[in-house]
């Protein structure tokens, strides 16, 4: 009777096991989940503007020609003379770069008011039209402002060395005042008298000089930077003629809110060309500025 039982028992089970696992198979299929919804890849975000200023102090030195209404005299003075007698240690300095991927927008400002004494400044020539002699020249004051303005872009990259060209303008503006001794011969109509000196004044003299040039840099390692820029401009549209070398290194040193901090040492080297007028009106700056520049750079 038992083995009776269990064998209907096994006949009832093995069909219904049979059909469930058809059943099931077949519900799987109708249940089967829809292919996936094609996802869409993500468009990758235009590259961000960054903002860098870095003020930094220009230790400078002259050499050159100064013209001061017709009176050339040769000037040839190292930082530690100008520091003897300026107003001003350095030329103040402050340069500000605007970047979205490869191209930048740049500006750059420098003052300084510097004075010298007739250890580093040597009487040379009248100009043209000017009678009488050329008194010896007791102290020379200058007051200069310079003030570039313009744009670059990433023409080239090769690993961590990239190559920039770059244009725009350069502002000048100075003032001059040049003491002479008063001497037999010398001509003071167009001079102002105090004492035993004439005073040679320029009044503001302005001009604006388009330049051209390019840009180097090379990355030594993350956050550190190595940059040589060299520019040319004047033409004959404000100076003559003026040339510019600016080498430098750069490395970061901190993050604050935000903001990356760097440190930035190099040395620059500016020429210019320049004059107007004729006779006692005639000004000319014929110099070469150059120097050390130290700093503190700041950037997001």
């Known amino acids: 009777m038992r083995h009776r039982l269990r064998r209907l028992r096994y006949g009832l089970f093995v069909p219904f096991g049979f059909l469930t696992a058809m059943g099931g198979t077949a519900l799987a299929a109708d249940l089967a989940p829809a292919p996936a919804a094609a996802v869409e ?3 990758a ?5 960054s903002f860098r200023f870095t003020p930094y102090g220009w230790i400078i030195s002259l050499n050159g020609t100064q013209t001061v209404r017709g009176r050339s005299e040769r000037v040839n003075a190292s930082f530690l003379d100008i520091l003897e007698k300026s107003d001003s ?3 103040l300095m402050g340069d500000v770069e ?4 490869p191209l930048a927008l740049f500006g750059d400002v420098v003052w300084t008011k510097i004075g010298l004494d007739r250890s580093t400044v040597r009487s040379r020539t009248l100009a043209p039209g000017v009678p009488g002699t050329l008194g010896a020249a007791l102290n020379l004051d200058v007051e200069m402002a310079i003030v570039e303005a313009g744009a670059s872009y990433e023409v080239a990259r090769s690993g ?3 190559f920039d060209v770059l244009g725009g303008v350069r502002y000048w503006h100075q003032t001059a005042d040049l003491s002479l001794g008063i001497a037999a011969g010398v001509q003071t109509a167009d001079l102002v008298i105090a004492g035993a000196r004439a005073i040679a004044r320029s009044g503001s003299v302005d001009w604006l000089d388009p330049l051209v040039g390019a840009r180097i840099r090379y990355a030594v390692a993350p956050g550190h930077e190595l940059f040589l820029r060299g520019d040319i401009g004047g033409f004959g549209v404000g100076s003559d003629f003026s040339w510019q070398a600016f080498g430098g290194y750069s490395f970061d040193f901190g993050t604050y809110n935000g903001i990356t901090f760097s440190g930035v040492i190099g040395y620059r080297a500016l020429s210019v060309d320049y004059a107007q007028g004729e006779g006692r009106q005639r000004y000319g700056f014929d110099m070469l500025v150059h120097g050390p520049v130290l700093g503190i750079s700041a950037r997001f």
Request: aromatic share 6%.
């Open 160 to 162: 961590p060395l990239a």
């Open 41 to 43: 890849a993500p468009v």
């Open 98 to 101: 605007l970047r979205n991927g």
């Open 45 to 49: 975000a235009p590259p961000a503007w």
């Open 89 to 91: 240690l350095v030329a």
